[in-house]
Each structure stands twice: as C-alpha cells, then as structure tokens.
C-alpha cells in the first residue's frame, strides 16, 4: 500500500507561482513513477508531467516550459513548480504513483485545489 497526500495548493494571481507537493509513504521499494493530473470543473482529468525512479521528468507539451518536477528522494516528495500561472490552470491537482506489486497499482491522492485569479 502507499500514501500520497498532497498540499501546496490555493489562490495565486495569473502570472504568479505556485509549488505542490506531494508526500509519498508506503511500500515504495518498487515505485515505478509518479505523476501529476489535474481535473478542472466540467473536464475530464488532464495528465500534467511525471517523474520515474530515475528522475527523469516528462511533460505535457503545452507545460514544458511553465511547469517543473523535481523529487526529494529521502523525503519521498515530489513537487511540481508552477511557474506563470494562468487562469486555465485553476483546477483540482492530484498526485499518482504506480507500483509494481505482482502486477502495476496505481494510488492516487486525495488532490488540492490551485485556483488562478485574474
């Protein structure tokens, strides 16, 4: 079993930014990755970037650029830096992590909240 629990999220005016984190416990001896997703109102869950065990970063296009993932390995932490937010970028954030356990699991935080003021 792992734990993600995300935070870092709020009301950040357009331009600004913005660093959620997501906390990981558990069994993470076998994590494959971790990744970002958002779900703004009326949209389906969009995925953002992730980060494998090797720390290798990979992006949505339309992110590159504007957001960036780092990993704090001895606090099991990933982060993801939002730079020049925009108005679109108001959504619901969640973290995921995918472990192998005989067989891929995925878990999922309970997401935080990033709305964009204009």
């Known amino acids: 079993q792992v734990q993600l629990v995300e935070s870092g999220g709020g009301l950040v005016q357009a331009g600004g930014s913005l660093r959620l984190s997501c906390a990981a416990s558990?069994?993470?001896?076998?994590?494959?990755?971790v990744g970002w997703y958002r779900q703004a109102p009326g949209k389906d869950r969009e995925w953002i970037a992730l980060v494998n065990r090797d720390d290798r970063p990979t992006y949505l296009d339309s992110m590159k650029g504007r957001f960036i993932l780092s990993r704090d390995g001895a606090k099991n932490t990933v982060y993801l830096q939002m730079n020049r937010v925009e108005p679109e970028d108001t959504a619901f954030y969640y973290c995921?992590?995918?472990?192998?356990?005989?067989?891929?699991?995925?878990?999922w935080g309970q997401g935080t909240q990033v709305t964009v003021s204009t």
């Open positions: 995921s992590a995918r472990v192998w356990e005989l067989r891929i699991n995925t878990y």
């Open positions: 558990g069994r993470l001896f076998n994590l494959i990755d």
